[in-house]
Nanobody
Framework: QVQLVESGGGLVQPGGSLTLSCAASGSIPGLNFMGWHRQAPGNERELVALTSSNNGTHYADFVKGRFTISRGNAKNTVNLQMNSLKPEDTAVYHC????????????WGQGTQVTVSS
């Protein structure tokens, strides 16, 4: 049973910073992808950033230069450092883990609220 636990959301002023963390547990292969998606009220869920187990990264255009995704020191953990936050970054952020063996195994965290407001 694979489980993802997120932490680090909260309320921050525009221009501020937050760091989200996600820890995955269970039977997980060495080659995998971990990332963050977000969903604001009335919007579809969208990809924010993604990292592979060999540290490749991919970012949505709207966070390039502001957010940094990285693997944590512990196995199967991922962090999202968010700087220069804007009100439009307000959303529920979900951690995602997936791999192919050969079908796709896809797991999601429960989500953590990020609110950017003065």
């Amino acid at each position: 049973q694979v489980q993802l636990v997120e932490s680090g959301g909260g309320l921050v002023q525009p221009g501020g910073s937050l760091t989200l963390s996600c820890a995955a547990s269970g039977s997980i292969p060495g080659l995998n992808f971990m990332g963050w998606h977000r969903q604001a009220p009335g919007n579809e869920r969208e990809l924010v950033a993604l990292t592979s187990s060999n540290n490749g990264t991919h970012y949505a255009d709207f966070v390039k230069g502001r957010f940094t995704i990285s693997r944590g020191n512990a196995k199967n953990t991922v962090n999202l450092q968010m700087n220069s936050l804007k009100p439009e970054d307000t959303a529920v952020y979900h951690c995602n883990l997936y791999w192919y063996s050969p079908k796709k195994y896809d797991y999601w965290g429960q989500g953590t609220q990020v609110t950017v407001s003065s």
